[in-house]
Every structure is written in structure tokens, then in C-alpha cells.
């Protein structure tokens, strides 16, 4: 079957650095997506990987292995708005996005 | 940027009576849009995939009589709620794709659908 694993809940401090990982298991492979969801908002897109490495995007970087099938979203210089669920999605062979539960992210002071 | 419309944003409807959810894109086109549902602290389900033009495929467990999907044209998929109970109560989001790129999707706001 398929499934995407990432932590529940993290808890970070204001400024600091925080890493959610997302774990994979797909039918296939056509890219990985981050999202940031506020409460009562819908998903926002924050990043897309399709190959292995590094994408960097101002304060927000995405990680991707594909032979690991393992990524992670690092936020640097955490700010109170950063608080938010960020789920992580992967694109199957059927161009499908199979989502995960999502990490809610709470900052605090 | 690509942007995606949903209205109405919230609606309350007596329970017995339909509602109906546009989703737009305003600034490109979609041959394919996907409607989502979420309950709270949940992530996002998807109900079924919208194709421009023929019957939409619904995921296992979706009800297609009760929710009713049109996609009848390149920028314009509804979502009807037949006869809504208390327990459809959701936040309904819908997503658009790229023409062309797949691997591109932008979500609309979402609306706020509460069944009394």
C-alpha cells in the first residue's frame, strides 16, 4: 500500500531551526511537495523535489532521497506565523498526490 | 501566480437540502481538478478527480449519487451536496491542475460547509 509518515506535533522556539522529516512508501515516484495549512486555511505550497538534493527557498529548504524514500522540510529563524500544520505529499505514477497527516508545528516565544 | 476561487467560502444549510460549491481557476486553465474534504486535525481526503468534459472518478467510500461533481468547462468544477446530513459538515477544498504540467496543482481557499 501506499503511506506517508511524518511526526504528529513539534514544538520549536522562536528563532531557532526545526527539521520535520516525511517518510514514503508510493506506486511510483513523480515528485514530493511540502505545504504549510493554517487552521481554517487551505494548503499553501512551500516546495517540490524531484530529484535528490537540496532545494533552498529563503528561510524554508526541502531535502530529498529518493533510494531512502525520505525527505525533510528545515524552517530556519523560526517566527510565530511559522505555526501551522506542513504536510508533506508525494506524487504517484498516477500523478495522484497521496498525502500525509501532517506535523503541527507550534512555536513558541 | 496561478490562483484558484471557491465559493461560497462557508455556507450553513438546514439538514435535507443541497448545496452547491464552485471552484475556479481564474488564471489558467484545468482539464483536471480534485475535490478534498477535511475534518478536524485531519489531513486532506480526496473525494474524487474532476475531468473536463466526462464523469468524474470518485475515491472508494465516496458516495458519487450524494455528491455530485460537474466539470463543464476548462476553468469551472462544482460540487453538489445531496441531501447533507450533520455528519457531512466539513471543510471542502478544491485543487486545480496545470494543463500540461502535472506535476503543478493550486488549491482554492476552501469552503466551510455546516449542516444543522
Known amino acids: 500500500g501506499q503511506n506517508i509518515d511524518q511526526p504528529t506535533e513539534m514544538t520549536a522556539t522562536e528563532g531557532a531551526i526545526v527539521q520535520i522529516n516525511c517518510t514514503y512508501q508510493?506506486?511510483?515516484?513523480?515528485?514530493l511537495f511540502w505545504y504549510q495549512q493554517h487552521a481554517g486555511e487551505a494548503p499553501t505550497f512551500l516546495s517540490y523535489?524531484?530529484l535528490d538534493g537540496l532545494e533552498e527557498k529563503g528561510r524554508f529548504s526541502s531535502f530529498l532521497s529518493r533510494s531512502k524514500g525520505y525527505s525533510y522540510l528545515l524552517l530556519k529563524e523560526l517566527q510565530m506565523k511559522d505555526s501551522a500544520s506542513y504536510l508533506c505529499?508525494?506524487?504517484?505514477?498516477?500523478?495522484?498526490?497521496?498525502w500525509g497527516a501532517g506535523t503541527k508545528l507550534i512555536i513558541k516565544p | 501566480g496561478a490562483v484558484v476561487s471557491q465559493h461560497p467560502s462557508r455556507v450553513i444549510c438546514k439538514s435535507g437540502t443541497s448545496v452547491k460549491i464552485e471552484c475556479r481557476s481564474l488564471d489558467f486553465q484545468a482539464t483536471t481538478m480534485f475535490w478534498y474534504r477535511q475534518f478536524p486535525k485531519q489531513s486532506l481526503m480526496l473525494m474524487a478527480t474532476s475531468n473536463e468534459g466526462s464523469k468524474a472518478t470518485y475515491e472508494q467510500g465516496v458516495e458519487k449519487d450524494k455528491f455530485l461533481i460537474n466539470h463543464a468547462s476548462l476553468t469551472l468544477s462544482t460540487l453538489t451536496v445531496t441531501s447533507a446530513h450533520p455528519e457531512d459538515s466539513s471543510f471542502y477544498i478544491c485543487s486545480a491542475r496545470v494543463v500540461g504540467r502535472d506535476y503543478e496543482q493550486y488549491f482554492g481557499p476552501g469552503t466551510r460547509l455546516t449542516v444543522t
Open positions: 523535489n524531484v
Open positions: 508510493t506506486s511510483g515516484f513523480n515528485g
Open positions: 505529499a508525494v506524487m504517484d505514477s498516477n500523478y495522484q498526490l497521496i
